[in-house]
């Protein structure tokens, strides 16, 4: 069982809504990190969130918004979404950290996704 | 920029055999760590097995292990005694070593299908 939890597994939300995704992670790790996974491709790297510091990628929409209430909370807020965006949104964590040179540390586990479908 | 490639997009093997899956890299680092993920249907991204650069052994996990070359830069993952049960998209994934911000660098992925 995956020790990364993500709600809901499923949503569906019409283009003028506004719904979140949650993830909650129970490792103690340090880092977060939402991804976007089309069908038959590689999950791609929208946000991560790493002692109390929020990385953004640049090209992520504005439409896509990310919460941290704490370090083993991470929110994805959804709103004006466009049908393209429905994909599966994948959770992860790592326990990451400054001087961390183990592979334990370094590896990303992932949660088992929320299908997010745009109407 | 580190590339990870997959060259083969879809492998089949019969039940209890043995397949491998190729995946090749580019990079200029000597500090990294590689990965193999598998997704099954059910699309939860597990980790397969793992695999320090710096580290001449070969990683194994059980029916499944790595023949990593860095002077070649290639990471193949050989399943053994092959069940249904992993029948699954395999992606192979680089990340540098040292925080949080390196990404994980995917493959485009390897769907293996598995013969009863």
């Known amino acids: 069982d995956t020790e990364v939890t993500q709600t809901p597994k499923h949503l569906v939300m019409g283009m003028t809504n506004k719904k979140s995704l949650k993830c909650e992670q129970h490792?103690?790790?340090?880092?977060m990190y939402w991804y976007k996974q089309k069908a038959k491709k590689p999950p791609e790297l929208m946000f991560v969130?790493?002692?109390?510091?929020?990385?953004i990628n640049e090209s992520v929409p504005s439409r896509f918004s990310p919460e941290c209430p704490n370090s083993s909370l991470l929110n994805l807020h959804l709103h004006a979404l466009q049908p393209e965006d429905s994909a599966l949104y994948l959770c992860?964590?790592?326990?990451?950290?400054?001087?961390?040179?183990?592979?334990?540390?370094?590896?990303?586990?992932f949660g088992e996704g929320s299908w997010l479908t745009v109407v | 920029a580190q590339t990870v490639t997959q060259s083969q997009p879809e492998m089949s093997v019969q039940e209890a055999e043995t397949v491998t899956l190729s995946c090749t890299y580019d990079?200029?680092?000597?500090?990294?760590?590689l990965f193999w993920y598998k997704q099954p249907p059910s699309r939860q991204m597990i980790l397969v097995i793992r695999?320090?650069?710096?580290?001449?052994q070969n990683a194994t996990e059980n029916r499944f292990s790595v023949n990593f070359q860095k002077a070649a830069k290639s990471f193949s993952l050989k399943i053994s005694d092959s069940q249904l049960g992993d029948a699954a998209m395999y992606f192979c994934?680089?990340?540098?070593?040292?925080?949080?911000?390196?990404?994980?660098?995917f493959g485009t992925g390897t769907l293996l299908a598995v013969q009863p």
């Open positions: 992860a964590s790592s326990q990451d950290g400054a001087g961390q040179g183990s592979s334990s540390g370094n590896t990303i586990y």
């Open positions: 490792m103690g790790h340090r880092a």
């Open positions: 969130y790493s002692y109390e510091k929020l990385s």
């Open positions: 990079t200029s680092e000597s500090d990294y760590y």
């Open positions: 695999q320090e650069a710096y580290k001449q």
């Open positions: 994934a680089y990340r540098s070593a040292g925080g949080a911000t390196n990404k994980l660098i």
